[in-house]
């Protein structure tokens, strides 16, 4: 019979911010609630942080991954001030709070007041030239039109197309929500990504009334913003790698395992046992996976092959970043804004692009501008195979084209993000419950990260955190169970001086 009284293994797989923020939470309560625990955290490359990377070069610094801390959700802001970073935190600039939109060769504001679907101002919607005359009235017809079904899930692109219109979608929805979850929007669920519009829909019935409603409870000086609400964007002032440094400094040494793949996870009696790389095994009483869903189904695919599957079926997309140094006089844009967005519909290789060094102080030295071009997405997924020559030439094409910028770049700096972005299509909430079932059969296995419930820096955060506190309380069932049987069958062995468990 098992020692129910001995330290107990956690081993957290994934050294992205998810298996970070996870281990470092099993810390934090380690040593608050003195549990007889160790953490261990396996990495498979040789670096932590996964797809966040900050580079410093010639006085620019540059993110090769994400680049902002979203602060309406609070999971992210709360972990940066527990690891004492909240002096480190900057926002935007308050100037040029505002987004463009490519149509032909030119970039056009978002209207001010434009929320992301839907505008909340009729003027600077209405003088724009982002949309035909048909297409604002189409869109106005919002206004009148009654609500949709409720209850099934429905894709972004149905609803954009129902609500206001086939050129809306194209034009607006599909660039600035395809820009956040680089997905393709007739397969979007809109349940699972943006479920405050169907609440909109289903409480106020029309969008642009239930968000001028919402609007009006905003300060009047963040009103004129467009888009998304940059007054919300936040990010750390040497980039986002410091939270990851930071996260990995709270670790124990030893704690930390990097060029170390898990290959596979087995169960045994009442502990795991995960292969590794180099041939070895390691046991544990519990297995945070904060890894991508298709690689937690390699993983399970002999242990569970209901939950693989499951897994396996969350599609991803591709993405490439490309980070770009100018001297400013070679840029006649007045960059005016924080960056652009580019409809599939244009054709063009950038999808997205950053003003980095005008959206956060300091990305650039005096007189030097940094930009940021994504490529790749579920729609446009070609630039994400092309050589960086290809891509740089296509890039620098449509910078040309769009920005006049004619002379090359001081230099430039590709990253690839191979299957770095989870879709979440139409039916993902159910493919959720079938995991959340199929996990029940694993109670110390947790599965964390961004293929469940958002994709965001916060969202991850929580999920690991979340993952981490369930495992806790998981286990400390399996030490209940484990001490009615120590009861039925003492130990020969006396346990005395260990620390109390979990
Ligand atoms: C290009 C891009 C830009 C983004 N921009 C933003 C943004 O600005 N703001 C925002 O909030 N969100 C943004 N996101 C989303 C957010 O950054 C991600 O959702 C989040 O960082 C994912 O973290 P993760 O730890 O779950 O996954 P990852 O970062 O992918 O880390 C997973 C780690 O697990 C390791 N691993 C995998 N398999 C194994 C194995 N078998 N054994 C051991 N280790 C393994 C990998 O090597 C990797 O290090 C962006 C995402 C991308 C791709």
Same mark, same amino acid.
Request: proline letters at 4%.
């Given at each position: 019979m098992e020692h129910s009284h001995r330290v107990r293994r956690i081993i957290v797989v994934g050294g992205g911010i998810t298996g970070l923020a996870a281990a470092h939470r099993l810390e934090e309560r380690r040593h608050a609630e003195r549990l007889a625990c160790e953490v261990l955290l396996l990495e498979a490359g040789p670096r932590l942080g996964g797809v966040i990377s900050t580079t410093c070069r010639d006085g620019f610094i540059l993110e090769s991954g994400p680049d902002t801390i979203f602060t309406n959700k609070p999971w992210g802001l709360d972990l940066i001030g527990r690891l004492g970073l909240s002096e480190r935190l900057i926002g935007t600039t308050?100037?040029?709070r505002r987004t463009f939109v490519a149509r032909g060769g030119t970039l056009h504001p978002l209207p001010e007041g434009f929320l992301l679907l839907a505008p909340t101002r009729f003027g600077p919607f209405l003088r724009s030239? /982002? /949309? #035909?005359w048909r297409g604002k009235a189409r869109t106005a017809l919002d206004l009148f039109l009654a609500r949709g079904r409720s209850g099934a899930d429905e894709s972004l692109a149905s609803f954009v197309r129902r609500r206001f219109g086939q050129e809306a979608l194209t034009r607006l929805a599909q660039p600035m929500v395809g820009g956040i979850y680089t997905a393709d929007p007739e397969r979007l669920s809109l349940r699972a990504t943006l479920p405050q519009f169907l609440q909109m829909e289903e409480r106020h019935r029309s969008i642009i009334l239930a968000l001028r409603r919402q609007r009006s409870s905003i300060p009047s000086e963040r009103r *004129?913003? #467009?888009?998304?609400?940059? #007054?919300l964007f936040a990010t750390l002032d040497d980039g986002l790698q410091t939270l990851v440094d930071a996260l990995v400094q709270r670790l124990p040494a030893g704690a930390v395992r990097r060029c170390c793949p898990v290959t596979g996870i087995a169960r045994e009696e009442t502990r795991w046992t995960l292969r590794l790389g180099d041939g070895t095994n390691l046991e544990a009483d519990g297995i945070i996976l904060g890894i991508p869903a298709f690689r937690a189904a390699a993983l399970t695919r002999d242990l569970d092959a209901d939950l693989a599957s499951e897994l396996e079926a969350i599609p991803y997309a591709s993405s490439v970043i490309v980070n770009l140094a100018y001297r400013r006089e070679e840029i006649p844009h007045p960059l005016d804004g924080f960056g652009f967005v580019v409809p599939a519909c244009e054709g063009r290789t950038i999808i997205a692009c950053s003003f980095s060094s005008v959206k956060f102080a300091a990305r650039a030295p005096a007189d030097h501008v940094l930009l940021r071009a994504f490529a790749g997405g579920a729609l446009q997924p070609e630039p994400f195979e092309w050589d960086d020559e290809m891509l740089l030439t296509a890039v620098r094409r449509d910078l040309n084209e769009l /920005? +006049?910028? @004619?002379a090359a770049p001081l230099w430039s700096h590709v990253t690839r993000h191979p299957r770095s972005m989870p879709q979440y299509h139409v039916g993902h909430l159910n493919r959720l419950a079938a995991l959340e079932e199929a996990l029940t059969r694993w109670p110390t296995l947790k599965l964390a990260g961004? *293929?469940? @419930? +958002?994709?965001g820096i916060p969202d991850v955060i929580h999920s690991g955190e979340a993952a981490a506190d369930a495992l806790l309380a998981d286990l400390a069932v399996a030490r209940r169970q484990g001490d009615a049987e120590l009861a039925m069958n003492p130990p020969t062995r006396s346990c005395a001086g260990q620390e109390s468990l979990l």
């Open positions: 308050d100037t040029h030239g /982002l /949309l #035909s *004129a913003e #467009s888009g998304p609400r940059y #007054s /920005l +006049g910028i @004619r961004n *293929a469940y @419930r +958002g994709v």
